[in-house]
C-alpha cells in the first residue's frame, strides 16, 4: 500500500516551453501533497505543499508564478514548470500523506521523482 | 525553528559489517516523529523505519534499528550485517505531531558506501 507514482520519469524540454509534471496516490487518498526540488548529492527542498481544493502553499524564495501546482481531486497534484530555462532543470519530487482511519498520517511516501532537463 | 543534522557527509562500510549513521535534532516540541528515509541510485525515497518520540522503546525493522535519546535529541540509525543494496544516501527527517502542517524537516544526508 500507500503508493505514489510520477509522470513523466523524465523530461527534456526547450527553453521557454512549459513542463507539466503529474503526481498520482494510486492507493490512498491524499488531501496533502508536497514538492520538493534535489540536486545531486543534496538533500530534499521542498517547494510547496498542495492541498486539495484550495491554494498550494509555497516555500519562501519559490515562484508561484513559475511553479503552478494544482491540487484538483484527491488522488492528483500537478506541477507545471513555466517557461523553463536551464537553471529550472534539476529533480523533481513529490510525497504524499494518507488518511487512515480519519487520521491524518505522519509518514510522507514519495515518489519516484521526475528529471527535468531544460536546453 | 527545527532543525536535522547529519554531521558525517560520506560512510562506508564492509559487506556483512554494522555501521551506525549519526542524527541530532532542534526542537521545543515535546511530541513529534522521526524518520530515516533512504535514497538509493534510482533517487526513489524509500521509509525505513519510524519513531514517535513519546516511544521510549527504540523503534526496529530487521536489520535497522535505532537508538533514539529524546533528552540529547539524537536519532541514529544502526544497519547490521550491511548488504550491497543498502548502498544509498540516508536522510534523517522531524515531523511535528501537532498542527497537521505536514512539514518534513530533513538533515543534509550521508551517502553510505557498503563495500563488497
Known amino acids: 500500500g500507500a503508493v505514489v507514482s510520477q509522470h513523466p520519469s523524465r523530461v527534456i524540454c526547450k527553453s521557454g516551453t512549459s513542463v507539466k509534471i503529474e503526481c498520482r496516490s494510486l492507493d490512498f487518498q491524499a488531501t496533502t501533497m508536497f514538492w520538493y526540488r534535489q540536486f545531486p548529492k543534496q538533500s530534499l527542498m521542498l517547494m510547496a505543499t498542495?492541498?486539495?481544493?484550495?491554494?498550494?502553499?509555497?516555500e519562501q524564495g519559490v515562484e508561484k508564478d513559475k511553479f503552478l501546482i494544482n491540487h484538483a481531486s484527491l488522488t492528483l497534484s500537478t506541477l507545471t514548470v513555466t517557461s523553463a530555462h536551464p537553471e529550472d532543470s534539476s529533480f523533481y519530487i513529490c510525497?504524499?500523506?494518507?488518511?487512515?482511519?480519519?487520521?491524518?498520517?505522519?509518514?510522507?511516501?514519495f515518489g519516484p521523482g521526475t528529471r527535468l532537463l531544460v536546453l | 525553528a527545527q532543525t536535522v543534522t547529519q554531521s558525517q557527509p560520506e560512510m562506508s562500510v564492509q559487506e556483512a559489517e554494522t555501521v551506525t549513521l549519526s542524527c541530532t535534532y532542534d526542537t521545543s516540541e515535546n511530541n513529534y516523529y522521526l524518520f530515516w528515509y533512504k535514497q538509493p541510485p534510482s533517487r526513489q525515497m524509500i521509509l525505513v523505519i519510524r519513531q514517535e518520540a513519546y516511544k521510549q522503546q527504540n523503534a526496529t525493522e530487521n536489520r535497522f534499528s535505532v537508538n533514539f535519546q529524546k533528552a540529547a535529541k539524537s536519532f541514529s540509525l544502526k544497519i547490521s550485517d550491511s548488504q550491497l543494496g543498502d548502498t544509498a544516501m540516508y536522510f534523517c527527517?522531524?515531523?511535528?505531531?501537532?498542527?497537521?502542517?505536514?512539514?518534513?524537516?530533513f538533515g543534509q544526508g550521508t551517502t553510505l558506501q557498503v563495500k563488497p
Open positions: 498542495s492541498n486539495e481544493g484550495s491554494k498550494a502553499t509555497y
Open positions: 527527517a522531524f515531523i511535528r505531531a501537532a498542527g497537521n502542517t505536514g512539514k518534513l524537516i
Open positions: 510525497s504524499a500523506r494518507a488518511w487512515v482511519q480519519g487520521m491524518l498520517q505522519e509518514t510522507q511516501y
